[in-house]
């Protein structure tokens, strides 16, 4: 399948449209998502252009890789989480909405269930105070 540059997550790298960055270097962007499943969950992209795991290359991959670790060690300190489930899906049948790659990484806590994907889009004052404490543990 070719990469649609159309989509939500590339017209955010292009700066088209807005997101709560969180962390970003020459191979990656991480942000918050705007349906999160838990406070803090964040989704960590390639700057190039790659559909999924399917498409994309092992150095971007790598890149991805390493700053999902990152925002995990942070998250742990700035939600207090005491685990992290990270997921990754790769076309309709893998669940994937959005057609640029993109990992979740989602601080838990323990006995609070996930919240259902899509199922409820967090108010901007939140996501922004998550931001900054998500920026603020990133930078320690
Ligand atoms: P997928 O099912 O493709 O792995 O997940 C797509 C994710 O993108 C979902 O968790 C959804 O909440 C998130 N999402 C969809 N649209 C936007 C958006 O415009 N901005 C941000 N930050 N996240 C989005």
Do not use: C, W
Request: negative net charge; without cysteine; glycine residues 4%.
């Amino acid at each position: 399948m070719a990469y649609d540059p159309g989509n939500i997550f590339a017209k955010i790298l292009r700066g088209e449209l807005p997101a709560y960055r969180v962390y970003e270097d020459a191979r990656v962007l991480a942000f918050l998502d705007i349906m999160p499943r838990a406070p803090g969950h964040t989704l960590v992209i390639p700057k190039a252009p790659s559909r999924n795991l399917l498409d994309i290359e092992p150095e971007d991959l790598a890149a991805v890789a390493a700053a999902a670790q990152r925002i995990a060690r942070a998250q742990m300190t700035a939600f207090e989480a005491e685990g992290i489930t990270v997921t990754q899906h790769n076309e309709h049948a893998g669940g994937q909405e959005v057609f640029h790659l993109h990992v979740h990484v989602i601080p838990r806590r323990l006995g609070v269930e996930l919240k259902p994907p899509l199922s409820y889009k967090e108010t901007a004052d939140v996501l922004a105070e998550q931001a900054a404490r998500l920026q603020a543990a990133l930078a320690d």
